[in-house]
């Protein structure tokens, strides 16, 4: 039991030192994580057992920057997340601009936030709506073309998640992607 109440403290002072060092107020970081302020109040306080919902120390870890095994009431889900390849380029542009996460979530409206934080952590895809993905290029300061790649990426994903082949000998398909592609590229008006 003692022990128990060690790692308890261990993970509530990680999030704590993590919330003085950032000066994070503990109501956008619930709002980030999209649990009650009480709650972490509670948790920074060690009132309560520190979460063992790998969905709320995986959206923890995402702000700190972290990896959720330096939770150790982390438990690895069977359903294990995947990386698209946009998520990577998003991290890497993240890294590129020297934001933090945190420096990134804030700058978009707090409603926003707890979805980015799942995108983040590679539980919800990047947007496909070309007006949303196009604030989170204005972030990071992407070149109209590195957007328009980007959306073009997302959309052939939920093309061929819905079914779609592009494959070889799948030619009509082909000429039908590179036809709509063409005309979208128009359309948004790549200045590049």
């Known amino acids: 039991m003692k022990n128990n109440i060690k790692i308890q403290k261990r993970s509530s002072k990680l999030v704590g030192d993590f919330l003085d060092r950032t000066g994070l107020h503990k109501k956008e970081f619930a709002q980030m994580i999209g649990v009650t302020l009480s709650y972490v109040y509670n948790l920074i306080d ?4 520190f979460s063992t919902r790998s969905i709320t120390l995986e959206r923890i870890a995402t ?10 009431e ?6 294990v997340l995947s990386y698209s390849e ?10 590129q601009n020297n934001l933090s996460t945190l420096d990134f979530l804030r700058m ?13 952590r590679g539980a919800k895809p990047i ?13 990071l300061n992407m070149k109209d073309e590195e957007l328009f790649e980007m959306w073009k990426t997302r959309m052939l994903e939920y093309l061929q998640e819905g079914g779609f082949s592009i494959k070889k000998g799948k ?4 000429e039908l992607i590179d036809s709509m592609f063409d005309c979208a590229r128009k359309k948004v008006v790549i200045k590049n």
């Open 171 to 174: 030619e009509k398909n082909k």
């Open 108 to 120: 978009f409206e707090r409603k926003k936030r707890l979805e980015l934080v799942d995108i983040l």
């Open 46 to 49: 060690e009132n309560v057992p």
């Open 74 to 79: 982390y438990q690895i889900p069977g359903d």
């Open 63 to 72: 702000v700190m920057d972290i990896n959720p095994e330096e939770f150790t």
């Open 127 to 139: 947007q496909i709506d070309f007006e949303e993905l196009k604030k989170i290029a204005t972030a």
């Open 86 to 95: 946009n998520l990577l380029m998003l991290k890497d542009l993240i890294k």
